[in-house]
């Protein structure tokens, strides 16, 4: 854990000024669901990696690879361009996350444009307009693509959408019916496995969400609403 002090603030972000230069922060916990100024610029802070405890603990069980980077401190990049090397990547978020910045960082004589964070939005501002394939010093080329606004989902069959959770894919078998939709139904070992912190609970809540969208026929007027 480091100290800080709240330089200003941008929406939910916080930049703060540490010794090892300045870095973005949000709040952690029960403090981020309350929208007021319990945090404001002069404050000194403790900076934790809360947000990379979580990410680990949702993706690591589902079989992801989490690597934590970062432009400004900077940390996490020579490992990335070892992960990038001699393959075909692409880079995939929301816009504002960081990865024209992270593709400046591995490489400055790209020089591609970054934006700001919209205050107003709290996210990034669609700087990047079209895919760019970015040959790698090294071997191997990555794609930076303009951020997602939006994830469609098609084609996927309600029924086979708990398989797509690798973390859920031992407990399928062992629900009470067959045709478990690991929603309401009793005796659903998916659910029991989420209260018993088998993996974070929070990916049966994007199960559920994802349930609901598969769900809805696409030829459906809610479907093209994106709802
Ligand atoms: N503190 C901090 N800020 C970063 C980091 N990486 C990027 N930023 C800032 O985040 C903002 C957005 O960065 P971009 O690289 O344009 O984000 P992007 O994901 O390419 O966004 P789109 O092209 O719009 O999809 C810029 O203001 C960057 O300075 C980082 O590692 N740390
Ligand atoms: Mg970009
Ligand atoms: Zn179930």
């Keep these: ?27 952690r916990g029960k403090l981020k669901h309350r929208d007021d100024d319990r945090v404001v610029a002069g404050d000194v802070v403790d900076l934790d ?25 900077p940390e996490g990049l020579a490992a990335l361009r070892d992960l990038l090397r001699g393959r075909a990547s692409v880079l995939a978020g929301q816009s504002g996350v960081g990865k024209s910045s992270l593709l400046n960082a591995l490489d400055p004589g790209l020089k591609l444009r970054i934006g700001e964070i919209s205050a107003k939005w709290d996210t990034g ?28 989902t098609w084609g996927i069959d309600p029924e086979l959408l708990a398989v797509c959770f690798p973390e859920f894919r031992r407990f399928l078998d062992q629900c009470r019916f067959d045709n478990c939709r690991h929603l309401a139904e009793p005796g659903c070992a998916v ?13 049966l809540v994007s199960y559920r969400h994802l349930y609901e969208e598969v769900s809805v026929p696409s030829w459906s007027s809610d479907r093209r609403r994106g709802r």
């Design 1 to 27: 854990m480091t100290a800080g002090v709240v330089l200003g603030r941008t929406g939910s972000t916080y930049r703060v000024h540490t010794d090892a230069g300045e870095v973005t922060a949000v709040l």
């Design 49 to 73: 990696r809360q947000a990379l405890q979580g990410l680990l603990a949702r993706y690591t069980p589902a079989g992801y690879q989490v690597l934590a980077t970062s432009v400004r401190m």
């Design 125 to 152: 501002k669609h700087t990047t307009r079209a895919a760019l394939v970015v040959p790698l010093a090294g071997d191997g080329y990555v794609v930076d693509t303009p951020g997602l606004r939006e994830v469609g």
């Design 191 to 203: 659910r029991q496995a989420a209260e018993q912190g088998a993996f974070d609970a929070d990916r």
